[in-house]
Every structure is written in structure tokens, then in C-alpha cells.
């Protein structure tokens, strides 16, 4: 579960958050306004006016796109900047793993292929092997 938690489970809700937060009525960071008591009430103009103001937004994108972007010292799943494991079966276990990942990402580039819009937020080389922030 901690394994799971740390890494895919991260990167699925993590690598794609900028996608989905840079339109900000998609999540504000903030409103304005209250919520409203009547949705029958609702107008466009209580809307815009409860949405973040511009300098809001920005500072939400912003914040949104360095906590999802790509780091630069992010390690891929399966992947070790230091030999932990020196072992035979341990470097047979983990060669396996790292042919398994290969198989699962190109079955995922293979379900991507030809699509306008393409879901690559879980491929293993873009999934990391821990949480970096």
C-alpha cells in the first residue's frame, strides 16, 4: 500500500492536476462570495464575482504548476540511483519488474495511439519511484 501510495497512486493525482486546475473555475482556489442559499438564483454575474480575481488566479496556476510538473532529480519507478540490492534474485526480481513496467507502458501508448486528447499520466517512466516536492 505505501509503495502504491507513493507512486502511482501520486502520480495519478499529482502529474495531471495542472491539466485540470489551470482553468481555474475547474477548482478556485478561493471565492469571492458565499455560496448561494437558491441555485435557481444563480446569475452569470454572481458567478464571475465569486470566482478568484486574476491575480488569484495566477498565483494558483502558478502554484499548481510546480507542484505537477515534472521534477528534475524525479527518479522513474524501478529505477535506483544507488546499488541497494546486490543479491542475484534481487537483481533477477528487479529486472522483471523493470520489463513488466516496459510492457504496461506500451500498452498504454498502444490505447493512446492515434487519440487527440491522450491519457500518458500513469505511463511507468513518468510515474516516480517515491514523492518529490
Known sequence: ???FTSTAQHAATNNGQFDWCAWVPNTPCTMRLPPPSDKDAVTMEMIMASLPDVGQSCVQMAITWHLGRAQPDAIPLGQYTQE???E???LELIETF???LKDIENQILDQNAGLDLQYLVLLPSRVENSITI
Do not use: P
Open 84 to 86: 541497494h540490492f546486490t
Open 88 to 90: 542475484s534474485l534481487a
Open 1 to 3: 500500500v505505501v509503495i
Open 98 to 100: 523493470r520489463v513488466k
